[in-house]
């Protein structure tokens, strides 16, 4: 995570653990970010608007009381959960409950609700409330419900329905302002949308806004409602604070002095910002968002395909990384930051040894082998694609790139022997694997044994040291010089073509059986290893027996390879020239 991006979550959030999810499925795009900012700007509204100071005035007893919970209720719901959240489950329910019961009688005796019908309705709603947050108590409990009293979710609708009494009993009361009123009837928007979306989303029990909204963003992946919806959830913590902050109407004095004032809101804002600058977490604790064993990690586009954004987090993949065995590039004890901070100097290096150095510094368990520039490309594209411009294609570039090599490739090789048509015949260069690869395979590909004659025959081939090993429907044809590739010719015939040895270094004639009717070669069919065209079916007559003739030579053009196939029931091997 960018350092900027970890604060633009803090500032709009306060605990940016719980949504790290999101931020982990591919970082901040522009979109994202511009809401982000709004969302800001309207929390700091918000939060201004809870921590205005307390109006000055006379209050009698049960005043002060409520005034004091209405503050504990905006606490819990800004600072105290987290910590309370911590505990037991039932802890967190008993505690809501005994502290909306206290809120609640003291709402029925501190209103001036102005009608014996009004405050009854009042008691009523307030009653229900509360037996649905009994319930969630209970249940946590394991114990007997009270009964089916909530209804899509527990105190969803008897919360909406006392927090339009208790509105209605300020208006008629006149202490509290038009503003006051307003954010009242606002946070019951708020929450008729927390009931729409668990009508749309369903499964969802918790009438807590931001566990709802957060439990869909993340399985939506939808950044913007998660933002918006938590950040308009903070209404109804304005109006709670608004309500503690008005209740002295009558007998106030004059208002303290603006200086006196402004202390105060600080005092204020500090006791309630420091405990959240506690929850955040610093840069450098070590955050494995990418680890060798995460599921982000497979499948990684190429670097072109990749986006700027994405790049940090695909070289955290493949610096993490265990595939095949081999211990990661970087231990897991190392943050994200301090990992690419490694990647970075790593590409500042200028030899193998100082790659070493970092490495070592860095307690990597393969120091030793150094960082290879298709790693590093992704933190550095600037210095690594200077020197190797093809790590910086996308994967369609990279598909050009290979089919304009290949067929570069197979146009700078020739048939040997133009005059002399075969019945089938083909002229392709063959891919080698580059490291220790014995040769190419002429083979009946749909034999039942395929596999088993194929590796005999390879056998055969670093036992006996000849140039050909066969067994079966299987023939393996060496290389005579160390390269990565020869240009290969296949031909087949009716019946035995001439010899054909002068202006060849080797050639050798074998037996070699079609069980199923066809024998060719391998081709390299988007591999790395094969013949660079289709290859044709030599077993021209069928199933049954044929021989093969290899020619080999080697010369300015490179190795090069003429291959004849035609009937023959004989069993002999020969070595027509040496």
């Not at 950044?223 to 709670?240: P, S």
């Not at 004059?254 to 600080?266: F, N, Q």
């Not at 007559?541 to 020619?551: E, I, N, P, S, T």
Request: with cysteine.
């Amino acid at each position: 995570m960018v350092f900027s991006d970890a604060w633009l979550w803090v500032a709009v959030e306060w605990s940016p653990p719980a949504y790290a999810g999101l931020y982990e499925r591919g970082g901040l795009d522009t979109s994202t970010t511009v809401v982000l900012i709004v969302a800001t700007v309207v929390k700091v509204a918000l939060l201004w608007l809870i921590l205005r100071t307390p109006a000055p005035g006379p209050l009698d007893r049960r005043e002060k009381a409520l005034r004091r919970l209405l503050y504990l209720a905006v606490a819990y719901t800004l600072v105290l959960w987290y910590p309370i959240a911590l505990l037991p489950g039932p802890v967190d329910a008993a505690f809501q409950l005994a502290l909306w019961t206290a809120i609640d009688v003291l709402f029925l005796l501190v209103i001036r609700w102005r009608s014996r019908l009004l405050r009854a309705a009042a008691g009523v709603m307030f009653a229900v409330e509360l037996a649905g947050m009994a319930n969630e108590l209970l249940d946590q409990l394991d114990l007997p419900e009270l009964g089916p009293v909530g209804i899509l979710a527990p105190g969803l609708l008897s919360g909406a329905a006392a927090t339009i009494v208790t509105v209605l009993g300020q208006r008629r009361d006149g202490r509290w302002s038009l503003g006051t009123q307003i954010a009242g009837w606002s946070s019951l928007g708020v929450n008729a949308l927390v009931i729409l979306l668990n009508l749309v989303f369903g499964g969802v029990s918790s009438g807590d806004l931001g566990v709802l909204v957060m439990v869909q963003a993340i399985s939506s992946g939808d950044l913007a409602v998660l933002v918006l919806v938590d950040a308009a959830g903070l209404v109804g913590t304005v109006w709670m604070a608004a309500t503690a902050r008005e209740l002295p109407a009558e007998g106030r004095p004059a208002e303290l002095p603006p200086a006196r004032r402004r202390v105060i809101r600080v005092a204020v804002a500090a006791v309630a910002v420091l405990p959240l600058i506690a929850l955040i977490h610093p840069e450098q604790t070590p955050r494995l968002t990418y680890t060798g064993w995460s599921m982000d990690c497979y499948d990684r586009p190429a670097f072109g395909d990749l986006k700027p954004a994405e790049r940090d987090a695909a070289f955290l993949c493949r610096a993490r990384s265990t595939e095949g065995g081999v211990p990661p590039m970087f231990p897991d004890s190392l943050s994200n930051q301090e990992i690419l901070a490694y990647g970075r100097a790593l590409c500042r290096t200028t030899d193998r040894q100082e790659q070493q150095t970092i490495l070592k510094r860095a307690g990597s368990a393969r120091s030793t082998w150094g960082a290879d520039p298709w790693d590093l490309v992704y933190v550095c594209p600037e210095v690594v694609g200077a020197t190797h411009p093809e790590l910086l294609r996308s994967a369609t570039q990279t598909e050009e790139a290979n089919t304009a090599y290949v067929a570069e490739k197979n146009a700078e090789c020739r048939d040997p022997w133009p005059r002399t048509k075969g019945v089938v015949q083909a002229t392709a260069n063959y891919f080698l694997f580059v490291d220790g690869d014995p040769g190419y395979l002429v083979h009946d590909p749909d034999d039942q044994a395929a596999d088993e004659a194929a590796e005999q025959a390879t056998n055969k081939v670093y036992d006996d040291r000849s140039l050909i090993g066969v067994a079966g429907s299987a023939a393996l044809v060496g290389h005579v010089d160390d390269v990565s590739d020869v240009c290969l010719t296949v031909k087949a015939f009716r019946t035995a073509p001439p010899q054909r040895i002068a202006g060849w270094d080797q050639v050798s004639e074998v037996p070699i059986v079609s069980r199923s009717g066809r024998l060719t070669v391998p081709e390299r069919d988007g591999g790395e290893v094969g013949a660079g065209a289709p290859m044709p079916n030599l077993a021209i007559a069928g199933k049954g027996h044929y021989r093969l003739r290899v020619h080999v030579r080697v010369g300015d053009a490179g190795e090069e390879h003429l291959v004849v196939v035609f009937p023959g029931a004989s069993e002999k091997r020969l070595e027509l020239k040496r």
